[in-house]
C-alpha cells in the first residue's frame, strides 16, 4: 500500500472531496498521493528508499520479491526491472490493482513483475524469498507472526515502521527516512541433543537454547556442569557459538538449522577440526 494512517474525520472529510480522476467519466485511473485505502492513505515511496531498500535485502535474480500492499508497484517494478528478480504486488485496491499492471507493462516487466488485487492477510506469500512493506506498527505487528512462520533466511524490510520488540538487523537512513531490515531466524528454542567427532574421539552433550527473535544464549551439560554458551549468534537458518570444555579448550561451532537438525564443523584453539550435529529432543 506504501500508505499512511487515517489521521482523523476532518482528513477522511476532505479526501472525500478528492476529485479522483477514477471518477470522472472518461478518463482512466490515476492515484491521488493522500487517498483513501483499506486502512491508510496512499503515500508512495521515493526512488531512492525503494532502491534501498531493495538493496538491504540484498536482492538478487534468484529471489522472488513479494510486495504488501503494492500501492502504484514501484517496489515490484523495482525489484524486476533493477535487479531481474521475479516480484509479486499485492494491493487491495482493484483500481490502484490494475492501474500498477499498466505501470509494469510500461516498464517492460510483465514477464518478472505482477501485481494483484488482494488482502495481505489473506493471501498466501509463504514462497517469497524476499517481502517488503510501507504500512503501519499495527500492521506490521498483525503481519509478525505469520512472517516470523516463514522459511529462515526471508528477507524483510519495512519503510517506516518497525516491528516492535523484534529488533532490525540494520537501520538505514536516507532523508530523514528510515528501512529496517531482518532476516526471518530458524527456531531453536529448546533442548538438543549435541553429538561432536573430531581428531579420532567423539562426544555427546545436552545443549539448550533460550531465543527471543535472532537473539540466543545457552548453555551445555559438561558432566555434572552446565557450561554457559559463548558468542552464540543465529541469523536466518546459520547457527555459531562457543563454549569451553573440560580441559579448558575453546570450541567454535558454525552451522545450519533444518527443522529439527543442525549441523556443521568446528574448530578448537589449539588447531582440532571435526564435524558435529545436533538433534531436537
Same mark, same amino acid.
Given at each position: ?46 526512488? &531512492?528508499?525503494?532502491?534501498? %531498500?531493495?538493496?538491504? #535485502? /540484498?536482492?538478487? $535474480?534468484?529471489?522472488?520479491? *513479494?510486495?504488501?500492499? @503494492? ?19 499485492? &494491493?487491495?485496491?482493484?483500481? %490502484?490493482?490494475?492501474? #500498477? /499492471?499498466?505501470? $509494469?507493462?510500461?516498464?517492460? *516487466?510483465?514477464?518478472? @513483475? ?168
Amino acid at each position: 500500500m506504501h500508505l499512511l494512517r487515517l489521521a482523523a474525520a476532518p482528513l477522511a472529510a476532505l479526501l472525500i472531496a478528492f476529485p479522483a480522476a477514477a471518477q470522472q467519466k472518461g478518463q482512466s485511473y490515476e492515484p491521488q498521493v493522500g487517498q483513501a485505502g483499506k486502512d491508510v492513505i496512499w503515500v508512495p515511496t521515493p526512488d &531512492e528508499v525503494v532502491e534501498r %531498500m531493495l538493496r538491504m #535485502a /540484498q536482492v538478487t $535474480a534468484n529471489d522472488y520479491v *513479494v510486495d504488501l500492499g @503494492a500501492g502504484d508497484g514501484k517496489i515490484a517494478i523495482a525489484a524486476a526491472k533493477l535487479f531481474g528478480a521475479r516480484s509479486l504486488g499485492i &494491493e487491495y485496491n482493484p483500481e %490502484m490493482a490494475k492501474h #500498477a /499492471q499498466r505501470n $509494469a507493462e510500461k516498464a517492460g *516487466v510483465t514477464g518478472k @513483475a505482477r501485481i494483484v488485487q488482494g488482502d495481505i492477510f489473506a493471501s498466501d506469500f509463504t514462497q517469497a524469498t524476499v517481502v517488503t512493506m510501507y504500512l503501519l506498527p499495527a500492521l506490521n505487528l498483525k503481519l509478525r507472526p505469520q512472517l516470523l512462520a516463514m522459511r529462515p533466511g526471508t528477507r524483510v524490510v519495512s519503510h517506516s515502521f518497525t516491528m516492535d520488540d523484534w529488533e532490525a538487523d540494520e537501520t538505514s537512513s536516507m532523508d530523514g527516512r528510515r528501512a529496517y531490515f531482518w532476516v526471518v531466524p530458524a527456531n531453536v528454542m529448546g533442548a538438543w541433543t549435541l553429538e561432536a567427532s573430531g581428531a579420532g574421539a567423539s562426544e555427546k552433550m545436552e545443549l539448550t537454547f533460550e531465543q527471543r527473535y535472532q537473539k540466543i544464549e545457552g548453555t551445555l551439560g559438561l558432566g555434572q556442569v552446565q557450561a554457559g554458551l559463548r558468542d552464540a549468534r543465529l541469523r536466518g537458518f546459520n547457527i555459531s557459538f562457543s563454549y569451553v570444555d573440560g580441559k579448558s579448550v575453546r570450541r567454535d561451532l558454525t552451522g545450519r538449522v533444518s527443522g529439527a537438525r543442525m549441523e556443521g564443523s568446528f574448530r578448537t584453539d589449539n588447531g582440532t577440526e571435526g564435524r558435529w550435529s545436533a538433534t531436537r529432543k
